[in-house]
């Protein structure tokens, strides 16, 4: 059981709100590069190591990266920020970041969790994952629904586990 | 379109289009009276609004400078709306009274350390018509025959947890959102989107009710993108205008009286940034409280991980309520209580709101779950304390030019108790129906619920405002929002607001009649 409210730590701005400035996610994958940069690869074990998901692939992972350094390459003081950071995690340890197994990189990252580089990159990488029209559909979330006529009609009171479903009094 | 003048100085001046700006500027507008209503958002039309939060947040939300020292993010500690139909954009609907004790708060509590807890000078007798006549506008379901709204998944998770707990006050609750067609707008369709502007016009917002409604009447102007800088005081000490800032350009518009209604934090900054002479401590503030008693009530979640599907971002976002911890009930360990009603996120909101806390696998394995997760609120009474309070900064301006304003608040000891005691209690309904997790979260959100800086009451030392709130110090000058709570309840406030603006035209419409405005 989590209790997240006794670690809570204040972030930027509110958690609860969207990003202002919110740039629509197309086909992440594409943008990948067939051959990553060490800094891609280092970047995209960041990411799965901050957002572990077992259904998505490397690919997904890499072209995430790939798009989070486009970003911040237009941001000078972010991307040094960044770099930073990698250089913290390569240098720690005997092989680069990427290549350490999994609970290796775990322990690391809590090591420098509290770093800007990393606060950045969790909001940031935050959006550019959960905001992908395929992860929603891997997660089950259905997007807008206007053009459908909304749920009313597709499900929104479809639950059929509960023991004794009441109703409105 | 009507157009008044700038020289007309038989208008009323309304400043702000949300609930209270709206549905006063329209009620005047009814009675008969010239109204300019000046806001300083944009006009949207329906086809602006999309099932997209991040592209509604940026075009409904109020993101101009502000800072915050205490407990709120010191960045964005208020979450409201900067367009036309004010936060009634961004609200969820949900409409209940106060209850008549939380209008003796000071009665039914005693003496709570370091508040100013005060009983309302409005009653609950005097205040129940009105609040009838606000439900009637509102189309609020559950009220004046309007039926309730159909329960959903997460809705239906709530209730049964809750009743295996052994609440018994529950129901889809009264919302501002239409169960059937009224009013010329369609019934809900379930479309999940609610914070983000109700595409459909289902929800009741001032952009499509109460603003076209006063349009119709000839007698009502709204001016758009024209914020507020300035109130003008004639050598009678009674206000003669305003002047707001429209592209760039100063604009002095004459009025016969004005009502501010910008959502405390604005009202706030307006009255306080217009000292002069006769105000050397702000407009309005000879008691020094403008500012001061700022109430927010604090908004927690509680998330579970539940054993079967349940989909809740297929609903209204706000979509049933548990009363049941309502009540003072002072052996829980704090006077007052609180509302539990359902919430759904969205994947990013969710992350973004659960990564405050930690990332990885306690991160993803809830994601991973996201069709599996159930959602509660949890939304309790926030004491008045004169040291929470909202101010100017001294240098920093806005892009307005304006001073800053800095929010600075703190949780009373009673809400710390309060709030400790309902994470427990929304974890419990959960648990009940064998949740697989249950993650208690969610203290650092903006507020959203704003009240209690130019409270009311009778005597003029003790609060800015009339009973009809009216300041005590400008004859001619209303504050028509929630800065006139004198202490915050347990529950969402805007049909207060309502009803108090429905109530304040009527005590206007008098006002004239009989010669004095
Ligand atoms: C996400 C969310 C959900 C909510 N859900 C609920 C709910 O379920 N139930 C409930 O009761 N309440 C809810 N609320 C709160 C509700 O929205 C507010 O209580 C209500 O809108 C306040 O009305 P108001 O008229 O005081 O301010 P607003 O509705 O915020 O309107 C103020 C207007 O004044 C304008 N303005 C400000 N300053 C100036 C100026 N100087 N010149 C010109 N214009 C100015 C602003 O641009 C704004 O349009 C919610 C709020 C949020 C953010
Ligand atoms: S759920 Fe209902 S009220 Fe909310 S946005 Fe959809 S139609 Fe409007």
Known sequence: ?169 | MTHFSLDDSSVFVVIGSGAGGGVLGNELAQKGHKVVCLEAGRRLEMSDIVNDEAAMFGKLTWLDRRMATGKPDPNFPVWGCKTVGGTTMHWTGACPRFEPHEMRARTTYGALPDTTLVDWPVTPEEIAPWYDKAEVRLGVTGRQGMPFLPPGNNFKVLEAGARKCGYTDIDTHNMAINSIERDDRPSCHQLGFCTSGCAVGAKWSTLYTEIPKAEETGRFELRPECMVTGIELGPDGRVSGVTYLHQGKRVTQKARAVAVAGNVVETTRLLLNNSSDRHPQGLANSSGLVGRNYMRHFTIQVMGVMPGKVHFHRQTHLAGVVRDERGHRPERGFAGGFLISTVPFTPEILAKNMITGGWGRDLTEVLDKYDQLAGMLLTGEDPPQLSNRITLHPTERDGYGLPVPVIHYEDHPNTIAMKEYAWKAGRRIYEALGAENVIEMGDYIPATHNMGTARMGDDPRASVCSPFGRTHDVANLYIADGSLFPTAGGCNPTLTIVALALRQAQHIDREVAAGRL
């Not at chain 1, 005997?94 to 969790?122: C, G, N, T």
């Not at chain 1, 905001?131 to 891997?138: E, F, G, L, Q, Y």
């Open chain 1, 1 to 169: 059981m989590l209790t997240r409210r006794t670690v809570v730590g204040k972030m930027a701005l509110a958690a609860m709100l969207p990003a202002i400035a919110a740039s629509p996610l197309s086909a992440i994958a594409a943008t990948a590069t067939p051959k990553p940069t060490p800094e891609e690869l280092a970047t995209a074990a960041l990411l799965h190591t901050a957002f572990p998901h077992a259904r998505l692939d490397a690919a997904f992972y890499s072209g995430v990266a790939g798009r989070y350094l486009a970003e911040i390459a237009k941001d000078p003081a972010a991307m040094a920020e960044h770099r930073r950071g990698l250089a913290l995690l390569d240098g720690s340890y005997i092989a680069p970041f990427a290549q350490l197994p999994e609970m290796v990189r775990r322990s690391m990252v809590a090591r420098y969790d509290q770093e800007p580089f990393f606060k950045a990159l969790i909001w940031r990488g935050a959006e550019l994952i959960y905001r992908d029209a395929a992860v929603w559909k891997m997660v089950g979330y259905e997007g807008s629904s206007v053009e459908y006529g909304g749920y009313i009609e597709r499900g929104f009171d479809d639950i059929d586990w509960l023991p004794a479903a009441g109703g409105a009094k």
